[in-house]
Protein backbone atom coordinates (compact mmCIF):
# COMPACT_ATOMS: atom_id res chain seq x y z
CA UNK A 1 0.00 0.00 0.00
CA UNK A 2 0.82 3.49 -0.87
CA UNK A 3 -0.21 6.36 1.21
CA UNK A 4 0.42 10.26 0.30
CA UNK A 5 -0.94 12.75 3.19
CA UNK A 6 -1.38 16.16 2.17
CA UNK A 7 -1.10 18.86 5.06
CA UNK A 8 0.45 22.04 6.19
CA UNK A 9 1.93 20.14 8.65
CA UNK A 10 3.81 16.87 7.34
CA UNK A 11 5.56 16.38 10.63
CA UNK A 12 2.45 15.94 12.98
CA UNK A 13 0.60 13.44 9.98
CA UNK A 14 4.19 11.17 9.93
CA UNK A 15 5.66 11.41 13.58
CA UNK A 16 3.40 9.23 15.25
CA UNK A 17 4.07 6.75 12.41
CA UNK A 18 7.31 6.40 12.78
CA UNK A 19 7.71 4.48 15.81
CA UNK A 20 7.30 0.67 16.83
CA UNK A 21 4.85 -1.54 14.66
CA UNK A 22 3.92 1.44 11.91
CA UNK A 23 7.81 2.10 11.03
CA UNK A 24 8.38 -1.74 11.61
CA UNK A 25 5.80 -2.31 8.68
CA UNK A 26 7.47 0.63 6.59
CA UNK A 27 10.81 -0.67 7.21
CA UNK A 28 9.46 -4.62 5.95
CA UNK A 29 8.07 -2.50 2.18
CA UNK A 30 4.37 -3.14 3.65
CA UNK A 31 3.59 0.27 3.31
CA UNK A 32 4.90 3.40 1.91
CA UNK A 33 3.86 6.75 3.50
CA UNK A 34 5.08 10.22 2.15
CA UNK A 35 3.70 13.42 3.68
CA UNK A 36 3.34 16.76 1.61
CA UNK A 37 3.40 20.38 2.19
CA UNK A 38 0.26 21.73 0.38
CA UNK A 39 2.24 25.07 0.09
CA UNK A 40 4.66 23.33 -2.49
CA UNK A 41 1.15 23.78 -5.08
CA UNK A 42 0.27 27.14 -4.09
CA UNK A 43 1.74 29.42 -7.10
CA UNK A 44 1.35 33.22 -5.38
CA UNK A 45 4.01 35.01 -3.25
CA UNK A 46 2.59 34.63 -0.29
CA UNK A 47 1.93 30.77 -0.59
CA UNK A 48 -1.62 31.15 0.11
CA UNK A 49 -3.44 27.71 1.01
CA UNK A 50 -6.95 29.59 3.26
CA UNK A 51 -9.18 32.60 2.54
CA UNK A 52 -12.83 33.71 4.34
CA UNK A 53 -15.50 32.57 3.71
CA UNK A 54 -17.60 33.83 0.74
CA UNK A 55 -21.06 34.81 1.81
CA UNK A 56 -19.42 35.93 5.20
CA UNK A 57 -18.93 34.01 8.37
CA UNK A 58 -16.23 32.82 10.78
CA UNK A 59 -12.81 31.91 10.32
CA UNK A 60 -10.93 30.40 6.75
CA UNK A 61 -10.67 27.70 4.69
CA UNK A 62 -8.64 25.69 2.75
CA UNK A 63 -8.76 27.15 -0.77
CA UNK A 64 -9.43 24.91 -3.65
CA UNK A 65 -6.48 25.52 -6.16
CA UNK A 66 -3.76 23.78 -4.40
CA UNK A 67 -5.51 21.12 -2.61
CA UNK A 68 -6.93 20.29 -6.71
CA UNK A 69 -3.31 20.42 -8.51
CA UNK A 70 -2.01 18.25 -5.44
CA UNK A 71 -4.07 15.58 -5.71
CA UNK A 72 -3.68 15.80 -9.86
CA UNK A 73 0.32 15.27 -9.45
CA UNK A 74 -0.56 12.29 -6.35
CA UNK A 75 -3.41 10.32 -7.93
CA UNK A 76 -3.67 7.42 -9.86
CA UNK A 77 -5.78 5.11 -11.40
CA UNK A 78 -6.75 3.14 -8.31
CA UNK A 79 -6.61 6.07 -5.64
CA UNK A 80 -9.01 6.90 -3.10
CA UNK A 81 -9.31 10.12 -1.80
CA UNK A 82 -10.11 10.37 2.04
CA UNK A 83 -10.76 13.86 3.82
CA UNK A 84 -10.20 14.56 7.85
CA UNK A 85 -12.72 16.33 8.64
CA UNK A 86 -15.08 16.58 11.84
CA UNK A 87 -17.87 17.03 9.52
CA UNK A 88 -16.64 13.47 8.03
CA UNK A 89 -18.40 9.70 8.95
CA UNK A 90 -17.22 8.41 12.11
CA UNK A 91 -14.23 5.99 11.87
CA UNK A 92 -14.75 2.78 12.98
CA UNK A 93 -12.37 -0.58 13.09
CA UNK A 94 -14.63 -1.57 9.82
CA UNK A 95 -13.39 1.31 8.01
CA UNK A 96 -10.11 0.54 8.63
CA UNK A 97 -10.59 -3.27 7.56
CA UNK A 98 -12.30 -1.98 4.32
CA UNK A 99 -9.63 0.51 3.77
CA UNK A 100 -6.46 -2.31 3.80
CA UNK A 101 -7.93 -3.60 0.32
CA UNK A 102 -6.77 -0.09 -1.05
CA UNK A 103 -3.10 0.46 -3.25
CA UNK A 104 -3.03 3.94 -2.87
CA UNK A 105 -4.86 6.43 -0.44
CA UNK A 106 -4.43 10.04 -0.59
CA UNK A 107 -5.33 12.14 2.73
CA UNK A 108 -6.54 15.47 2.54
CA UNK A 109 -6.28 17.06 6.40
CA UNK A 110 -8.69 19.55 6.18
CA UNK A 111 -8.33 23.20 7.97
CA UNK A 112 -10.38 22.54 11.82
CA UNK A 113 -12.64 25.20 9.95
CA UNK A 114 -13.68 23.89 7.21
CA UNK A 115 -12.45 23.23 2.96
CA UNK A 116 -13.57 25.09 0.41
CA UNK A 117 -16.81 22.59 -0.60
CA UNK A 118 -15.46 22.15 -4.12
CA UNK A 119 -12.88 20.21 -2.53
CA UNK A 120 -15.59 17.96 -0.88
CA UNK A 121 -17.65 17.51 -4.01
CA UNK A 122 -15.42 17.04 -6.85
CA UNK A 123 -12.14 15.17 -5.35
CA UNK A 124 -12.94 13.52 -2.44
CA UNK A 125 -14.21 9.67 -2.12
CA UNK A 126 -14.44 9.66 1.68
CA UNK A 127 -14.93 12.00 4.34
CA UNK A 128 -13.98 10.63 8.02
CA UNK A 129 -13.85 11.84 11.30
CA UNK A 130 -11.92 10.51 13.86
CA UNK A 131 -14.52 11.63 16.56
CA UNK A 132 -17.06 14.09 17.72
CA UNK A 133 -14.60 16.50 18.99
CA UNK A 134 -12.58 19.13 16.89
CA UNK A 135 -8.75 19.23 16.32
CA UNK A 136 -6.32 22.09 15.07
CA UNK A 137 -6.04 19.76 11.89
CA UNK A 138 -6.39 17.11 10.16
CA UNK A 139 -3.07 15.92 10.17
CA UNK A 140 -3.42 14.17 13.40
CA UNK A 141 -6.60 12.86 12.29
CA UNK A 142 -5.06 10.73 9.45
CA UNK A 143 -1.94 9.98 11.50
CA UNK A 144 -4.77 8.24 13.57
CA UNK A 145 -6.74 6.70 10.35
CA UNK A 146 -2.95 5.62 8.84
CA UNK A 147 -2.48 3.88 12.27
CA UNK A 148 -5.90 1.73 12.23
CA UNK A 149 -5.35 0.57 8.74
CA UNK A 150 -1.61 -0.17 8.47
CA UNK A 151 -1.23 -2.71 11.55
CA UNK A 152 -4.09 -4.60 10.20
CA UNK A 153 -2.29 -5.11 6.64
CA UNK A 154 -0.96 -8.94 6.38
CA UNK A 155 2.65 -9.16 7.90
CA UNK A 156 2.30 -5.38 9.84
CA UNK A 157 2.19 -7.20 13.61
CA UNK A 158 5.08 -9.14 13.03
CA UNK A 159 3.99 -12.40 14.95
CA UNK A 160 1.07 -14.82 15.11
CA UNK A 161 -1.27 -12.33 17.33
CA UNK A 162 -4.33 -11.81 15.36
CA UNK A 163 -6.18 -8.77 15.39
CA UNK A 164 -9.48 -10.42 14.78
CA UNK A 165 -10.11 -11.06 19.12
CA UNK A 166 -9.57 -7.34 20.07
CA UNK A 167 -12.14 -4.72 20.91
CA UNK A 168 -14.25 -3.77 17.74
CA UNK A 169 -13.36 -7.11 15.26
CA UNK A 170 -16.97 -8.47 17.13
CA UNK A 171 -18.02 -3.89 16.64
CA UNK A 172 -21.15 -4.72 19.77
CA UNK A 173 -18.10 -5.73 22.56
CA UNK A 174 -15.47 -4.73 24.18
CA UNK A 175 -12.51 -6.88 25.19
CA UNK A 176 -12.45 -7.86 29.04
CA UNK A 177 -10.39 -6.84 31.56
CA UNK A 178 -6.82 -8.27 31.75
CA UNK A 179 -4.05 -8.91 33.95
CA UNK A 180 -0.72 -10.01 33.93
CA UNK A 181 2.48 -10.74 36.36
CA UNK A 182 2.70 -10.45 40.00
CA UNK A 183 -0.54 -12.51 40.82
CA UNK A 184 -0.41 -10.08 44.17
CA UNK A 185 0.72 -6.37 43.65
CA UNK A 186 0.72 -4.72 47.17
CA UNK A 187 -2.65 -6.80 48.32
CA UNK A 188 -3.92 -6.02 44.89
CA UNK A 189 -5.04 -9.76 43.26
CA UNK A 190 -5.73 -11.24 40.55
CA UNK A 191 -8.86 -13.01 40.30
CA UNK A 192 -8.66 -16.50 41.29
CA UNK A 193 -10.88 -17.78 38.58
CA UNK A 194 -8.18 -16.82 35.91
CA UNK A 195 -5.91 -19.06 38.20
CA UNK A 196 -8.00 -21.61 38.22
CA UNK A 197 -6.98 -23.39 35.09
CA UNK A 198 -10.73 -24.41 34.23
CA UNK A 199 -10.87 -23.33 31.05
CA UNK A 200 -14.16 -23.07 30.48
CA UNK A 201 -15.14 -20.93 33.53
CA UNK A 202 -12.28 -18.46 32.41
CA UNK A 203 -14.23 -18.11 29.23
CA UNK A 204 -17.06 -17.44 31.04
CA UNK A 205 -15.84 -15.04 32.84
CA UNK A 206 -14.52 -13.25 30.48
CA UNK A 207 -18.05 -12.89 28.37
CA UNK A 208 -19.40 -11.78 31.45
CA UNK A 209 -16.75 -9.53 32.26
CA UNK A 210 -16.83 -7.91 28.70
CA UNK A 211 -20.45 -7.57 28.64
CA UNK A 212 -20.71 -5.71 31.93
CA UNK A 213 -17.65 -3.34 30.59
CA UNK A 214 -19.35 -2.86 27.48
CA UNK A 215 -22.61 -1.59 29.39
CA UNK A 216 -20.66 0.53 31.95
CA UNK A 217 -18.66 2.48 29.24
CA UNK A 218 -20.55 2.00 25.57
CA UNK A 219 -23.90 1.22 25.87
CA UNK A 220 -24.43 2.45 22.35
CA UNK A 221 -22.96 -0.48 21.26
CA UNK A 222 -25.55 -3.13 22.91
CA UNK A 223 -28.13 -1.02 21.98
CA UNK A 224 -26.69 -0.99 18.31
CA UNK A 225 -26.93 -4.70 18.28
CA UNK A 226 -29.75 -4.94 19.19
CA UNK A 227 -31.26 -2.67 16.38
CA UNK A 228 -29.18 -5.06 14.06
CA UNK A 229 -31.12 -8.22 15.38
N1 LIG B 1 -9.97 17.58 11.97
C1 LIG B 1 -10.27 18.26 13.09
N2 LIG B 1 -10.98 17.52 13.93
C2 LIG B 1 -11.14 16.30 13.34
C3 LIG B 1 -11.79 15.12 13.70
N3 LIG B 1 -12.46 14.98 14.85
N4 LIG B 1 -11.75 14.08 12.85
C4 LIG B 1 -11.11 14.20 11.66
N5 LIG B 1 -10.48 15.29 11.27
C5 LIG B 1 -10.49 16.35 12.09
Not at 130 to 155: E, F
Request: a negative charge; one cysteine or more.
Amino acid sequence: MRIDIITLFPEIALAPLRESIIMRAQKAGIVEIHAHDLRSWTVDKHRKTDDYLCGGGQGMLLKPEPVFAAVADLRRAETKVILTTPQGLPFKQEDAQRLTSCEHLIFICGHYEGVDHRIVEHLVDEEISIGDYVLTNGALASAVVCDAIIRLLPGALGDDRSPAEESFSDPTLLEPPAYTKPIDFMGLKVPDILLSGNHAAIEKWKQNEALERTRRNRPDLIARSRENQ
